[in-house]
């Protein structure tokens, strides 16, 4: 992903200009054309300005999925009970207590007040409502099904939350452990090494190798303590400027689909994020190459969005459904079969909403069964930690119970 500076006119010809993020220009003016703007230019920023950091966006917050799933609810109801969009935009504007997307409101009311569309308005905030959001809103206003728009919305909200909650709560297990662990590699490091130290100097015979390691390891950690925390926080800081650029992205999110255990889990997660919206799209009446590039976007990783964009570079060629997503190397045999079907029958989208389901399961049963998986490595982990430690401490305390013995 990648952020781009664009300049584009409205339905009524006002010049509208702002910076976005996107996968690629294409992807930008698909955005800008799906929210009723006509680009004029588009411009990728500049690599530096792109690994910068944005402060303003950083300390005003971000507005969480909660807040969009109610704003999609709500907004599904009150067009259904035949309320103008405007009010709506004002009733939900004083209704919540966000005060990023209150402001995002207010914007939003004052630009329909000035005739733009309803899509048109939200575009202006790309860092609230991304181009999925905005090019369903736009479908919904051009046939007059916002409703069902809206509804659409918050059903895929409602899952993406589902997922999320599923995920944080099978790792805050393995979280706690892990940090207990590091905590107890700390004290025992600080302070109970150091505390055998002076019993084992006083022995004036050979230590074993073992506790020797472990006296080193004391006196290095409780030494250097100041500029190893220095080094790890300089280290974590360059490699998160390093992934916020577009190709530290693009090799993260390749290696996070490769991680065991963890990767076959986030590609599920991925895939059912990707069927969910390719679905809703289509069956939304969304041209499909258009459909491949908000779909390819929504997934949130580089290294599949990359891939399904030139899907839709492929298809716009002439090519097959089937074919391209085949020659992708992306996608599972089953959502292979399932574009395949989809094709014959004239039914990709509900073919493709049946494979999300079924990995909307796969994920389910994934992480029931992570802990599971997770806690057989912890335990080997910290039967290690006790045997190193172990070792080292009382098998000299053994060797000088032989001496007095003696």
């Given at each position: 992903?990648?952020?781009?500076?664009?300049?584009?006119?409205?339905?009524?010809?006002?010049?509208?200009?702002?910076?976005?993020?996107?996968?690629?220009?294409?992807?930008?003016?698909?955005?800008?054309?799906?929210?009723?703007?006509?680009?004029?230019?588009?411009?990728?920023?500049?690599?530096?300005?792109?690994?910068?950091?944005?402060?303003?966006?950083?300390?005003?917050?971000?507005?969480?999925?909660?807040?969009?799933?109610?704003?999609?609810?709500?907004?599904?109801?009150?067009?259904?009970?035949?309320?103008?969009?405007?009010?709506?935009?004002?009733?939900?504007?004083?209704?919540?207590?966000?005060?990023?997307?209150?402001?995002?409101?207010?914007?939003?009311?004052?630009?329909?007040?000035?005739?733009?569309?309803?899509?048109?308005?939200?575009?202006?905030?790309?860092?609230?409502?991304?181009?999925?959001?905005?090019?369903?809103?736009?479908?919904?206003?051009?046939?007059?099904?916002?409703?069902?728009?809206?509804?659409?919305?918050?059903?895929?909200?409602?899952?993406?939350?589902?997922?999320?909650?599923?995920?944080?709560?099978?790792?805050?297990?393995?979280?706690?452990?892990?940090?207990?662990?590091?905590?107890?590699?700390?004290?025992?490091?600080?302070?109970?090494?150091?505390?055998?130290?002076?019993?084992?100097?006083?022995?004036?015979?050979?230590?074993?190798?073992?506790?020797?390691?472990?006296?080193?390891?004391?006196?290095?950690?409780?030494?250097?303590?100041?500029?190893?925390?220095?080094?790890?926080?300089?280290?974590?800081?360059?490699?998160?400027?390093?992934?916020?650029?577009?190709?530290?992205?693009?090799?993260?999110?390749?290696?996070?689909?490769?991680?065991?255990?963890?990767?076959?889990?986030?590609?599920?997660?991925?895939?059912?994020?990707?069927?969910?919206?390719?679905?809703?799209?289509?069956?939304?009446?969304?041209?499909?190459?258009?459909?491949?590039?908000?779909?390819?976007?929504?997934?949130?990783?580089?290294?599949?969005?990359?891939?399904i964009l030139g899907m839709g570079d492929e298809l716009a060629s002439g090519n097959s459904l089937s074919r391209v997503a085949t020659d992708s190397g992306v996608f599972t045999p089953l959502i292979l079969q399932m574009f395949k079907v989809?094709?014959?029958?004239?039914?990709?989208?509900?073919?493709?909403?049946?494979?999300?389901?079924?990995?909307?399961?796969?994920?389910?049963?994934?992480?029931?069964?992570?802990?599971?998986?997770?806690?057989?490595?912890?335990?080997?982990?910290?039967?290690?930690?006790?045997?190193?430690?172990?070792?080292?401490?009382?098998?000299?305390?053994?060797?000088?119970?032989?001496?007095?013995?003696?």
């Open positions: 992903m990648a952020f781009f500076q664009y300049r584009a006119r409205n339905a009524r010809g006002q010049l509208n200009q702002g910076r976005l993020e996107a996968a690629s220009a294409q992807a930008a003016a698909d955005s800008l054309m799906s929210a009723g703007l006509i680009p004029v230019e588009i411009k990728e920023a500049k690599a530096s300005a792109t690994a910068s950091i944005n402060w303003q966006q950083f300390l005003r917050g971000k507005v969480k999925l909660e807040a969009l799933l109610i704003l999609c609810r709500q907004f599904s109801s009150l067009t259904r009970a035949g309320i103008p969009i405007l009010r709506i935009v004002e009733g939900l504007r004083d209704t919540t207590d966000n005060k990023l997307l209150i402001n995002a409101l207010n914007d939003v009311s004052e630009a329909l007040n000035q005739g733009q569309t309803l899509a048109n308005a939200l575009a202006a905030h790309p860092h609230i409502f991304n181009s999925l959001f905005i090019s369903l809103v736009d479908v919904g206003e051009s046939t007059g099904q916002l409703e069902q728009a809206f509804l659409q919305l918050s059903h895929y909200f409602q899952l993406e939350l589902d997922t999320r909650r599923r995920v944080k709560a099978a790792t805050r297990y393995p979280m706690f452990v892990s940090l207990a662990m590091l905590a107890a590699m700390v004290v025992v490091n600080i302070y109970v090494i150091p505390a055998f130290t002076g019993i084992f100097a006083s022995m004036g015979s050979d230590l074993p190798l073992m506790t020797r390691i472990l006296i080193g390891s004391s006196e290095f950690f409780t030494t250097y303590i100041v500029h190893l925390v220095l080094g790890l926080a300089a280290l974590g800081f360059a490699i998160w400027r390093y992934v916020k650029t577009k190709n530290g992205q693009l090799r993260w999110h390749t290696i996070l689909l490769r991680i065991p255990i963890i990767g076959p889990l986030v590609n599920r997660i991925l895939l059912a994020r990707f069927c969910r919206s390719f679905s809703m799209m289509l069956g939304a009446g969304v041209p499909i190459v258009r459909v491949l590039t908000l779909a390819g976007t929504a997934t949130g990783n580089a290294y599949l969005t990359r891939a989809g094709e014959e029958t004239g039914r990709v989208d509900q073919m493709v909403m049946e494979a999300g389901k079924f990995y909307e399961e796969e994920v389910d049963y994934d992480i029931t069964n992570l802990t599971s998986k997770i806690e057989p490595i912890l335990i080997v982990v910290i039967s290690a930690m006790v045997l190193v430690l172990a070792l080292g401490i009382f098998t000299p305390m053994w060797d000088m119970v032989g001496l007095v013995n003696q």
